[in-house]
């Protein structure tokens, strides 16, 4: 190991240029244990996730400007002429593309590398979707990141980083201070990648916009994220859609919806969320004073969690939009979650679309809009959902008192039996 890491300019090859602070990556005096019992104290995160010299690469130590193995660009704090570098010296040794780092990243992780990413790393806004970068590219791509003064909004979408790769991000978002916005979805980044994002999170100052759709998170997922809901209070925009978390994370993050801060917009759409962990939710939401968008559709809060929804509607008084389509949703529950809406005066969208109401929970909704003079309801959408003369009798009367109230279904009885086409249905 020694060798390797004297091949490589690491610790062994010379003195540090410069002191790191105990916050630097990760505090090593903490230990995040899973519930699962696998311990991710950052001490043992490297060799597991990283390889022997992932962190020191990503860190930039032992590549050199010009591309090379070894000494520091700006030298070494024990080698001291008793001269200062002439400011264009300086200027002539820092790359704020980090062109030369990431050359030198990819000879040392055995991958080719990126001739679009060498185009474009002066961009403000770089896509690299489908890239193929697998855990060694991403860690290569990592290196230069770190200092890279340029990009502001980074999307990696499917580009099968595994946690190796998704570790390697997260601590080059520890210290890059430029991205804002980030898109890490379809990258199978699991449980453990999921775990080293959420540690980034809690030192992180500048993410903004964060989407970790469809990377396979499950309910070990959900206490490391939890923390990070709590602990940061920059990122405004969440997506964790399309992952596996069930009954447990939503009882988890309930907690942490109530406690945030921070976050406007949290998707959480296309999980496992049912049965308690629905009541969690719920209960979270009704203590949320910041959240403005919250989208729960596909997801399972059948008629329990659409009355606890309700009640939360009624404590809430900042939310403005509401995702509950594929949820199960029955007549009786829809009735249920109308008591909310007799009183919230800030919900403008509501989409309820394809769930089992029928035209009577369509009519309870829609009836409780019509008794409250201050409600904020601009669209109300109950696609793919049946309703009766009597539906269509309330919603002409409502827009008579809502003149802006845009309601959609799908259609009603006696439109089918014309064979109406299906452009004649979709709103009263």
């Excluded at 009640?311 to 809430?316: D, E, M």
């Excluded at 539906?391 to 809502?402: I, M, P, R």
Aim: charged share 20%; hydrophobic share 35%.
């Amino acid at each position: 190991m020694e060798s390797e890491l004297s091949q490589l300019g690491g610790e062994k090859s010379r003195p540090q240029s410069r002191l790191r602070e105990a916050s630097g990556w990760g505090n090593t005096n903490s230990t995040t244990v899973l519930s699962s019992g696998v311990s991710l104290d950052p001490s043992e995160v490297g060799p597991r996730l990283w390889g022997a010299d992932t962190r020191e690469a990503v860190m930039g130590r032992g590549l050199d400007e010009g591309g090379g193995m070894g000494q520091e660009p700006w030298g070494n704090e024990d080698e001291d002429d008793g001269t200062d570098p002439e400011p264009k010296d300086v200027r002539e040794m820092y790359n704020p593309t980090g062109q030369a780092r990431y050359e030198a990243a990819c000879e040392v992780f055995g991958v080719v590398p990126i001739s679009y990413f060498l185009c474009h790393m002066h961009d403000s806004e770089l896509t690299m979707m489908h890239h193929g970068l697998g855990p060694q590219g991403t860690k290569a791509l990592a290196v230069p990141l770190v200092t890279n003064t340029y990009i502001l909004k980074l999307n990696l979408r499917d580009n099968w980083m595994e946690a190796m790769g998704g570790a390697a991000l997260a601590e080059m978002l520890k210290e890059n201070c430029y991205i804002t916005d980030i898109d890490l979805s379809e990258n199978r980044l699991g449980d453990m990648g999921a775990s080293a994002i959420s540690n980034m999170l809690l030192e992180n100052t500048t993410l903004i916009r964060l989407n970790l759709s469809a990377n396979n998170f499950g309910d070990q997922a959900a206490a490391g994220l939890a923390r990070a809901f709590v602990g940061n209070l920059k990122l405004q925009d969440l997506d964790l859609s399309r992952n596996t978390m069930g009954e447990m994370s939503g009882e988890i993050l309930g907690d942490a919806i109530a406690e945030n801060t921070g976050l406007r917009k949290l998707n959480l759409a296309w999980n496992c969320i049912r049965g308690k962990g629905t009541l969690a939710v719920a209960k979270g939401l009704g203590a949320n004073i910041f959240l403005r968008v919250l989208d729960l559709s596909y997801n399972g809060f059948a008629g329990d969690g659409a009355a606890a929804l309700g009640q939360a509607l009624k404590a809430n008084n900042v939310l403005e939009e509401l995702n509950v389509s594929n949820n199960r949703i029955p007549p009786d529950g829809a009735i249920r979650f109308a008591t909310g809406l007799r009183v919230n005066k800030t919900i403008k969208s509501l989409n309820m679309s394809r769930n089992p109401l029928q035209s009577a929970g369509c009519y309870g909704v829609l009836k409780a809009i019509q008794g409250n003079p201050g409600s904020a309801v601009e669209s109300l959408d109950f696609s793919d959902i049946s309703v009766n003369k009597d539906f269509e009798d309330l919603c002409n009367a409502v827009k008579g008192a809502f003149p802006g109230l845009q309601v959609k279904h799908g259609g009603s009885s006696s439109m089918f039996r014309r064979g109406l086409p299906a452009t004649c249905r979709p709103t009263c």
